[in-house]
């Protein structure tokens, strides 16, 4: 079995708003794969219709190369979902929370070896209310593995965690590819996918609109640096100089630095604006992203 999952010509209507307009794709088997996009893009949506938890105006979904509907037991005993917001009963502790989800299914995982897996042993008989964050989403993980599924869904699985948690939840996430399961993610960390990601879709208005590797997505600018720094006029710079505008930066992407950075001095120069606080980076999978939408992907 190559693609795990195949996805064809997926539609979801809420009145005129296209939220899933026709978008096609497929997810190898074993590998990590990540659909990207702006809020109200549509790739949660998308991931709802996968999964089951919302039904599809027209399309197809292909599990493990056969036609299957999302509903169907088969299938909910074949994958795991990490939901973008996870509620747990909050007296109950964390053994029982995973005993009672192991319950749901034929086939589970050892939830002892979970617990150990994740790194909750010491939080075994707390109460999830007594959970920090970042401990709740290693349990959200963990429960989407109760039933020791081939796929496993994470939507946002470091939301709101600090950078020592985050990067926990990524080594957890490359043991899970190491033991052979397939991953399907969604992020608005940048650094995040470009860290995990095997292959990555971008999507935007409810279509995908760029798809590749990360090396690929990042070649596909044509770049060699990017130029970063502040001005008192953001606008001109970037009117003159097919720059983005970021936060209180300005951006500006360019195969000849030496020349790019001297036009900006001289422009600076010869139009009374400052620039200030400079920084030169090779292009990351946050400019590609910036380039085909326009915004940053947190937006």
Do not use: C
Request: no cysteine; aromatic share 8%.
């Amino acid at each position: 079995m190559n693609n795990i999952i195949e996805v064809k010509n997926l539609k979801k209507h809420y009145g005129n708003v296209k939220a899933v307009d026709g978008i096609s794709f497929f997810v190898k088997k074993g590998e990590i794969f990540s659909l990207l996009g702006p809020n109200g893009a549509g790739k949660t949506t998308t991931l709802e219709i996968i999964e089951g938890l919302r039904k599809k105006d027209d399309g197809e979904i292909i599990y493990f190369e056969k036609y299957y509907s999302p509903e169907d037991f088969y299938i909910k005993e074949r994958i795991g979902v990490q939901l973008q917001s996870s509620s747990f009963l909050e007296n109950l502790t964390v053994l029982e929370t995973l005993k009672m989800f192991s319950g749901l299914y034929n086939k589970s995982y050892d939830v002892n070896k979970l617990i150990s897996k994740f790194l909750l042993n010491e939080k075994k008989d707390s109460k999830i209310k007594e959970l920090s964050g970042g401990q709740k989403q290693r349990l959200a993980i963990a429960v989407a593995l109760v039933n020791d599924p081939e796929i496993v869904f994470l939507d946002e699985p470091t939301t709101g965690l600090d950078p020592q948690a985050r990067h926990m939840i990524w080594d957890l996430i490359l043991e899970l590819k190491k033991e052979g399961k397939t991953i399907i993610l969604t992020t608005h960390y940048m650094e995040e996918a470009e860290y995990l990601s095997d292959t990555i879709h971008i999507i935007d208005s409810g279509k995908i609109i760029v798809k590749g590797n990360v090396e690929e997505l990042i070649k596909s600018l044509k770049k060699e640096s990017v130029i970063i720094f502040q001005t008192n006029n953001p606008e001109l710079f970037k009117n003159n100089f097919n720059g983005i505008i970021l936060n209180d930066k300005l951006e500006i992407s360019t195969n000849d630095l030496e020349k790019t950075l001297f036009d900006i001095l001289e422009f600076s120069k010869q139009k009374d604006i400052s620039v200030d606080n400079i920084v030169i980076r090779k292009p990351n999978l946050e400019d590609v992203f910036l380039s085909l939408t326009g915004r940053s992907l947190r937006e």
